[in-house]
T-cell receptor
Framework: GAGVSQTPSNKVTEKGKYVELRCDPISGHTALYWYRQSLGQGPEFLIYFQGTGAADDSGLPNDRFFAVRPEGSVSTLKIQRTERGDSAVYLC???????????????FGAGSRLTVL | DQQVKQNSPSLSVQEGRISILNCDYTNSMFDYFLWYKKYPAEGPTFLISISSIKDKNEDGRFTVFLNKSAKHLSLHIVPSQPGDSAVYFCAAHAEGSNYKLTFGKGTLLTVNP
């Protein structure tokens, strides 16, 4: 597609439930990223995929959070036993792999707003 | 410990005048700095970047200045237009970990007609 597509755009769930957030990156972008933006904050790094593998998941807050990218394209962020503190906008981004030179310009999707009641 | 700080939550400017958005950082390992613009209900969109070996980068109405010794950068928008009204995020990354952008909290710019 022309841009990074994220679904759902809005998700309201109850505390303790399981949620999945989906990201469809720009065609040809091999790198995929998940960030989380809480109210009044800037986006915070969660996880980075190079192809199918998670190259760095150090930003995931705890083991309730997990992300997959089985075929190297679409990614799903999975949150188990949701808590009210998980409420945020979850942003997905993609880019070409550029090695270690130059500014890494990420293209972001519109985000999935998660509200945990 | 905020490594990228945008100390002004908001800024209001008259159309046609200059907008100056400021950003400070603490991590001397950062090699690249980026500015993103965000409209409501949209994702952040890339605006302009600068390498730590430069002190200025210009793209049309947008110029970013970097003062490495002061660990300070600023984004200048001249002339400001009402369509520039958005939240502006400063972000940074090191060369070796270019997948991990560190963002500031953002500054809401309002350009009044």
């Amino acid at each position: 597609g022309a841009g990074v597509s994220q679904t759902p755009s809005n998700k309201v769930t109850e505390k303790g439930k399981y949620v999945e957030l989906r990201c469809d990156p720009i065609s040809g972008h091999t790198a995929l990223y998940w960030y989380r933006q809480s109210l009044g904050q800037g986006p915070e790094f969660l996880i980075y995929f190079q192809g199918t593998g998670a190259a760095d998941d150090s930003g995931l807050p705890n083991d309730r959070f997990f992300a997959v990218r089985p075929e190297g394209s679409v990614s799903t962020l999975k949150i188990q036993r949701t808590e009210r503190g998980d409420s945020a906008v979850y942003l997905c981004a993609s880019s070409f792999e550029r090695g270690n030179s130059g500014a890494n310009v990420l293209t972001f999707g519109a985000g999935s707003r998660l509200t945990v009641l | 410990d905020q490594q990228v700080k945008q100390n002004s939550p908001s800024l209001s400017v008259q159309e046609g005048r200059i907008s100056i958005l400021n950003c400070d950082y603490t991590n001397s390992m950062f090699d690249y700095f980026l500015w993103y613009k965000k409209y409501p209900a949209e994702g952040p969109t890339f605006l302009i970047s600068i390498s730590s070996i430069k002190d200025k980068n210009e793209d049309g109405r947008f110029t970013v200045f970097l003062n490495k010794s002061a660990k300070h950068l600023s984004l200048h928008i001249v002339p400001s237009q009402p369509g520039d009204s958005a939240v502006y995020f400063c972000a940074a990354h090191a060369e070796g970990s270019n997948y991990k952008l560190t963002f500031g909290k953002g500054t809401l710019l309002t350009v009044n007609p």
